[in-house]
């Protein structure tokens, strides 16, 4: 009997396995690229970026497979988390960890970084459009369902630029670019309104918080590759990442009693994000505060991921993943 409820169990988590795994391989490859940052800054002897690069495409093509796997044979379930008010907002996930392996595979190998690319902006427009046409009109929504994730579709576009200004004309750079730029502040604003006049995030999605720092570091990178420059509005971005880094720094304590979900890759990105930033900002200044600040933050992030690898392990192996919620 048990070897007859085996393949059952595994049908259904299959069937549960949730888009959201996507957001590992987002962090990974952002790992890699602090580590390939500060690899030719510091001159460093080790050089662990190209293994974390691997380790991200592999896992990258791992989990396409098997989320591929779930749409074919659970098209309803898949359709029901395309159509969720909350769950929605990750699937343009998949699109970003395309735009962010096209990025670190670009030093590597320019034709695979542009194939990259090219899947990943399309994927990501089409992505952007179908969620803000749901947002639009749409009969399930309520303000209970907003958080940080919202950024993920949007704001996501801002991505582009950093490896696009090397693929395509520069306008297609700044299309995406000013899409990501322009909604930033508008959901910015409604997600402060639903955080301080509305009740908490639930736990489950309070990692969803460090999101908030994504935005105007990767939005600052991408300027510096438009713009060649920091400027007063580069210096804007920059520093208001390194301020929500400080807000949600000063709740360490708050974060690290919460309960293990795969929201705690929620974590991962930005860290990387705001640590690239960082030593961008020390070769553009040649301020050694920025470096020192870049290092401290690569070591944070480093710790971080590691530490979500294990514990996203020790859950696969516990089944508390994959699960009916």
């Not at 690290?256 to 990387?272: D, E, G, M, V």
Request: net charge positive; hydrophobic share 60%.
């Amino acid at each position: 009997m048990n070897q007859a409820a085996s393949p059952q169990i595994e049908h259904s988590r299959l069937q549960h396995f949730p888009v959201a795994w996507f957001a590992m391989i987002m962090g990974l490859t952002g790992l890699s690229l602090a580590w390939h940052k500060a690899e030719g800054i510091l001159n460093l002897s080790i050089a662990p970026s190209p293994w974390l690069l691997m380790l991200a495409t592999t896992l990258f093509v791992l989990l396409a497979a098997v989320y591929s796997a779930k749409v074919i044979k659970f098209k309803a379930a898949a359709s029901k988390e395309w159509a969720h008010p909350i769950k929605m907002n990750f699937v343009p996930a998949v699109s970003i960890s395309l735009i962010l392996l096209s990025i670190a595979w670009l030093p590597v190998s320019a034709p695979y970084s542009k194939l990259l690319w090219t899947a990943g902006v399309v994927l990501h427009l089409m992505l952007t459009l179908y969620v803000m046409t749901q947002w639009m009109h749409h009969s399930k929504f309520d303000i209970v369902h907003l958080n940080p994730a919202w950024f993920i579709p949007v704001v996501g576009n801002i991505l582009v630029p950093i490896a696009g200004v090397q693929h395509a004309p520069i306008e297609v750079s700044w299309f995406f670019f000013s899409i990501g730029i322009i909604f930033w502040p508008v959901l910015l604003t409604i997600i402060m309104y639903r955080v301080i006049f509305h009740t908490s995030i639930p736990e489950r999605l309070m990692p969803t918080l460090f999101i908030l720092i994504a935005p105007p570091a990767v939005g600052f990178i991408s300027y510096l590759k438009l713009a060649g420059e920091v400027d007063a509005f580069a210096q804007l971005l920059y520093h208001s990442a390194l301020f929500f880094t400080l807000l949600l720094f000063t709740q360490v304590r708050h974060f690290a009693s919460l309960k293990f979900f795969l929201s705690w890759w929620a974590y991962s990105f930005p860290l990387t994000a705001i640590t690239i930033a960082s030593f961008l900002m020390y070769e553009q200044s040649g301020n050694i505060l920025f470096l020192r600040i870049a290092g401290v933050l690569l070591g944070i992030a480093s710790v971080v991921i590691i530490s979500l690898l294990g514990r996203t392990l020790l859950a696969a192996i516990r089944k508390e993943i994959c699960v009916e919620e």
